[in-house]
């Protein structure tokens, strides 16, 4: 099928090039746009109490007063607010209303702070657009009038609220996009020089996958809206770091194979359609990988979650398609000169380095696999102090912005849960009144709850059939004692309900404790689901049942080295409170995902070289001599991709970055280079059980031109021969 590929792009290279770019122009013309969406409450689905809670709420109350956007005030000098400071808020706070902004549906005085310090302009929206482009304009529109209208006044004014983190989110995502951006590109450009000392071959991907971003962006614009998804800007970030990280590691694969035909001396156009071929098989396996990994989220019951896995499983299928199609129908057109102006290409590398760790490997493969795995382990330990935090918002973007400057005052001029309470809502299960006589009792035992500052009933529906309790904790609303202190009042609102009512609790307390336990669905159903997948595929590739388990194995060790270093640097270094809630689901997927990859690439070759008929020991120290250096190079270029992430300025991004790109160095350097290989060799040929696919008798691995897995030998074939970084060149 490979050779098939190769022979229709390479045949036919312009008309594949005109393809991509009708396919680019007609997809990105017409693509919807993409909204950003930082409500919590929308990733959960309606079966969980808080999204119940919110129902209820705008059936009962549809004209109860939820605010959108908050403006905080406070006087230049830090003072306490004075009579005229007050008179000020009113009136600023009517000439906003009478601006009739769209989206605002109304506009009135908050309290003041106890202390005197800070006054308050709620802005309640339309909630059926929260998050949309429109309401985040309107929140612009808000913040620019509201200053302007506080120009002459003893006060300044800062605007927060839902509708104000949306808008930062958007600016912070903009610029993290456009540093993230910069350094990928930077790097993949020097990392590629340095390697081919080649300058079309650095810049080369960099516009190929340029292009097949745009069409992957479309793509899951259309996906997103066909399919009624949950959008977030931080996924934009995150596309653009997948794109051009594993699609330079597919362009590198391919480039390797060419260059290693054109030194067996195959006639140029030939020697693509052989690379095609060859490394086909290789590139599609490592992308299944990848994308079943990304698809086992849509099992996932965070709409975050679920959106993020088909939208960077279409980026990696382009990615894909386009290692398969595109990037041959181009390098067959430009031919050898590619490689200009080196002329390193033409002859093989020793891999000195690498050959001297192979064989540090087949000598002692017992202590290379204990002290590997000895690492991994003891990184693992770090997993023990694991802790999440689930504020999504302030997570997305710097505590700078003035939307979390704001959130971070309101909780010390305010009570700490007062910026969220916590609402209960008592409804009558037969359709009568509620009996208002009991609802002072029922209060005091909400308040009476260990957490809860106070808890008043604060209004009845007009039927009287439901009442709102007011439930105010004594800490912000997505810690750790607040989502406990909610379970607690969860506990009191159900068993404490009068006869013949039930009772639902909402907020954002509520909505942060529900998310936890999603999360935790998602652990004992994501996980395994894409463990079991993964294995299946690398049982297919490798024709085994016996190697799949301890690949996994030395992956799902990776994994738990990644977490625990994570959590050593950010919650025992920086000291975080915690790690954002998805980042271990999301990490699992990339590392055991992209790990798998390394390690496809390193136990095909190890089993070329038992082909060939070396010994189990020799043919892994064989192994890590000509496939480090590509290892090497790809896991290096992937990982500090990946590592671009950190330059966002939010937290967020930052953990994700660090995880991801710690994860992938842990794969490259660690799991496919010592402990994969040398626990291959310990096992032997029971590795390959039932199939014996390393049995010399069979044709090597690609066939068909007399491969050999020795030194630099004329033709020989191998599945990966690239030049490291400190190699022989020009």
């Given at each position: 099928m490979?050779?098939?590929?190769?022979?229709?792009?390479?045949?036919?290279?312009?008309?594949?090039?005109?393809?991509?770019?009708?396919?680019?122009?007609?997809?990105v013309?017409?693509?919807?746009?993409?909204p950003?969406?930082?409500?919590?409450s929308?990733?959960?689905?309606k079966?969980?109490?808080?999204?119940?809670?919110?129902?209820?709420?705008?059936?009962a109350?549809?004209?109860?007063?939820?605010?959108?956007?908050?403006?905080?005030?406070?006087?230049?000098?830090?003072?306490?607010?004075?009579?005229?400071?007050?008179?000020?808020?009113v009136?600023?706070?009517?000439e906003?209303?009478?601006?009739?902004?769209?989206?605002?549906?109304?506009?009135?005085?908050?309290?003041?702070?106890?202390?005197?310090?800070?006054?308050?302009?709620?802005?309640?929206?339309?909630?059926?657009?929260?998050?949309?482009?429109?309401?985040?304009?309107?929140?612009?529109?808000?913040?620019?009038?509201?200053?302007?209208?506080?120009?002459?006044?003893?006060?300044?004014?800062?605007?927060?609220?839902s509708?104000?983190?949306?808008?930062?989110?958007?600016?912070?995502?903009k610029?993290?996009?456009?540093?993230i951006?910069?350094?990928?590109?930077?790097?993949?450009?020097?990392?590629?020089?340095?390697?081919?000392?080649a300058?079309?071959?650095?810049?080369?991907?960099?516009?190929?996958?340029?292009?097949v971003?745009?069409?992957?962006?479309?793509?899951?614009?259309?996906?997103?809206?066909?399919?009624?998804?949950q959008?977030?800007?931080?996924?934009?970030?995150?596309?653009?770091?997948?794109?051009?990280?594993?699609?330079?590691?597919?362009?590198l694969?391919?480039?390797f194979?060419?260059?290693?035909?054109?030194?067996?001396?195959?006639?140029?156009?030939?020697?693509?359609?052989?690379?095609?071929?060859?490394?086909?098989e290789?590139?599609a396996?490592?992308?299944?990988?990848?994308?079943?990994?990304?698809?086992?989220?849509?099992?996932?019951?965070?709409?975050?979650?679920?959106?993020?896995?088909?939208?960077?499983?279409?980026a990696?299928?382009a990615?894909?398609?386009?290692?398969?199609?595109?990037?041959?129908?181009?390098v067959?057109?430009?031919?050898?000169?590619?490689?200009?102006?080196?002329?390193?290409?033409?002859?093989?590398?020793?891999?000195?380095?690498?050959?001297?760790?192979?064989?540090?490997?087949?000598?002692?493969?017992?202590?290379?696999?204990?002290?590997?795995g000895l690492?991994?382990?003891?990184?693992?330990?770090?997993?023990?102090?694991?802790?999440?935090?689930?504020?999504?918002?302030?997570?997305?973007?710097?505590?700078?912005?003035?939307?979390?400057v704001?959130?971070?005052e309101?909780?010390?001029?305010?009570s700490?849960?007062?910026?969220?309470?916590?609402?209960?809502?008592?409804?009558?299960?037969?359709?009568?009144?509620?009996?208002?006589?009991?609802?002072?009792?029922?209060?005091?035992?909400?308040?009476a709850?260990?957490?809860?500052?106070?808890?008043?009933?604060?209004?009845?529906?007009?039927?009287?059939?439901?009442?709102?309790?007011?439930?105010?904790?004594?800490?912000?609303?997505?810690?750790?004692?607040?989502?406990?202190?909610?379970?607690?009042?969860?506990?009191?609102?159900?068993?404490?309900?009068?006869?013949?009512?039930?009772?639902?609790?909402?907020?954002?307390?509520?909505?942060?404790?529900?998310?936890?336990?999603?999360v935790?669905h998602?652990?004992?159903?994501?996980?395994?689901?894409?463990?079991?997948?993964?294995?299946?595929?690398?049982g297919?590739?490798?024709?085994?049942?016996?190697?799949?388990?301890?690949?996994?194995?030395?992956?799902?060790?990776?994994?738990?080295?990644?977490?625990?270093?994570?959590?050593?640097i950010?919650?025992?270094?920086?000291?975080?409170?915690?790690?954002?809630?998805?980042?271990?689901?999301?990490?699992?997927?990339?590392?055991?995902?992209?790990?798998?990859?390394?390690?496809?690439?390193?136990?095909?070759?190890?089993r070329?070289?038992?082909?060939e008929?070396?010994?189990?020991?020799?043919?892994?120290?064989?192994?890590?001599?000509h496939?480090?250096?590509?290892?090497?190079?790809?896991?290096?270029?992937?990982?500090?991709t990946?590592?671009?992430m950190?330059?966002?300025g939010?937290?967020?991004?930052?953990e994700?970055?660090?995880?991801?790109?710690?994860?992938?160095?842990?794969a490259?350097?660690?799991?496919?280079?010592?402990?994969?290989?040398?626990l291959?060799?310990?096992?032997?040929?029971?590795?390959?059980?039932?199939?014996?696919?390393?049995?010399?008798?069979?044709?090597?691995?690609g066939?068909?031109?007399?491969s050999?897995?020795?030194?630099?030998?004329?033709?020989?074939?191998?599945?990966?021969?690239?030049?490291?970084?400190?190699?022989?060149?020009?």
């Amino acid at each position: 099928m490979f050779r098939s590929i190769g022979n229709a792009v390479v045949r036919h290279p312009v008309w594949t090039i005109v393809a991509w770019l009708i396919a680019a122009v007609a997809i990105v013309a017409t693509a919807p746009s993409l909204p950003s969406n930082s409500d919590e409450s929308s990733f959960l689905p309606k079966s969980y109490e808080s999204i119940k809670a919110a129902e209820l709420q705008q059936k009962a109350f549809p004209s109860a007063f939820t605010p959108s956007a908050i403006a905080l005030y406070q006087r230049t000098d830090g003072g306490r607010m004075t009579a005229a400071d007050k008179q000020d808020i009113v009136r600023i706070t009517t000439e906003l209303g009478k601006k009739h902004i769209d989206q605002v549906q109304k506009v009135v005085p908050g309290p003041p702070s106890k202390d005197g310090r800070y006054g308050l302009t709620l802005v309640q929206m339309d909630s059926k657009n929260a998050g949309q482009p429109k309401q985040v304009h309107a929140a612009k529109v808000l913040r620019d009038d509201i200053k302007q209208l506080t120009k002459g006044t003893r006060l300044e004014v800062k605007l927060g609220g839902s509708a104000a983190q949306a808008l930062d989110q958007q600016d912070s995502s903009k610029r993290g996009q456009a540093l993230i951006g910069i350094g990928t590109f930077a790097i993949i450009l020097v990392t590629l020089l340095i390697i081919f000392r080649a300058p079309i071959l650095a810049v080369l991907p960099l516009i190929l996958i340029g292009l097949v971003s745009a069409i992957a962006n479309g793509l899951i614009s259309y996906a997103t809206k066909l399919f009624d998804l949950q959008a977030n800007s931080s996924i934009s970030s995150i596309l653009i770091v997948v794109l051009f990280g594993v699609g330079t590691d597919y362009f590198l694969f391919l480039m390797f194979r060419y260059r290693e035909r054109l030194r067996a001396g195959d006639e140029p156009k030939q020697a693509m359609i052989n690379a095609v071929d060859r490394v086909g098989e290789a590139i599609a396996s490592a992308a299944g990988a990848v994308i079943i990994a990304f698809l086992a989220l849509v099992l996932s019951t965070l709409g975050f979650l679920k959106q993020m896995g088909p939208a960077l499983a279409i980026a990696v299928g382009a990615t894909l398609i386009a290692g398969l199609t595109l990037i041959p129908a181009v390098v067959s057109l430009i031919g050898p000169k590619v490689f200009w102006p080196s002329k390193s290409w033409q002859r093989e590398p020793d891999n000195a380095r690498f050959a001297a760790l192979g064989r540090g490997v087949r000598r002692r493969p017992a202590l290379t696999a204990v002290v590997s795995g000895l690492v991994l382990v003891v990184l693992s330990l770090g997993m023990l102090g694991y802790k999440a935090t689930f504020d999504l918002a302030s997570g997305s973007m710097p505590k700078t912005k003035e939307s979390m400057v704001v959130q971070d005052e309101m909780q010390k001029a305010y009570s700490a849960g007062a910026a969220a309470p916590t609402d209960v809502y008592l409804s009558s299960t037969d359709g009568k009144p509620l009996d208002k006589a009991a609802f002072d009792a029922y209060a005091k035992k909400l308040g009476a709850v260990d957490g809860v500052a106070d808890a008043r009933m604060t209004q009845v529906a007009e039927d009287g059939t439901t009442a709102d309790f007011t439930v105010t904790l004594k800490y912000e609303a997505s810690t750790d004692k607040a989502i406990e202190a909610v379970g607690k009042v969860r506990d009191v609102a159900h068993s404490g309900a009068p006869e013949g009512t039930e009772a639902l609790v909402g907020g954002m307390s509520s909505i942060y404790k529900d998310i936890n336990a999603a999360v935790n669905h998602d652990y004992r159903t994501v996980f395994p689901v894409a463990a079991v997948l993964i294995m299946v595929i690398l049982g297919l590739l490798l024709r085994s049942v016996v190697a799949p388990w301890y690949l996994m194995a030395s992956v799902g060790l990776g994994f738990g080295a990644t977490l625990g270093a994570t959590v050593w640097i950010f919650q025992g270094g920086q000291g975080h409170s915690g790690l954002m809630f998805m980042l271990p689901v999301i990490m699992y997927l990339f590392v055991v995902a992209i790990g798998t990859d390394y390690n496809i690439l390193m136990i095909a070759r190890l089993r070329e070289e038992a082909r060939e008929g070396r010994e189990p020991r020799e043919a892994a120290g064989l192994a890590l001599r000509h496939a480090g250096p590509t290892v090497a190079a790809a896991g290096f270029i992937l990982a500090a991709t990946f590592a671009t992430m950190m330059l966002a300025g939010n937290s967020l991004l930052t953990e994700m970055g660090f995880a991801v790109s710690f994860g992938i160095v842990v794969a490259a350097f660690v799991m496919a280079m010592f402990f994969t290989p040398s626990l291959t060799a310990l096992i032997g040929h029971a590795a390959w059980w039932p199939g014996h696919g390393d049995r010399a008798h069979e044709p090597a691995l690609g066939g068909g031109d007399g491969s050999s897995g020795s030194g630099p030998v004329p033709g020989q074939d191998r599945d990966v021969v690239a030049s490291e970084p400190s190699g022989h060149r020009e």
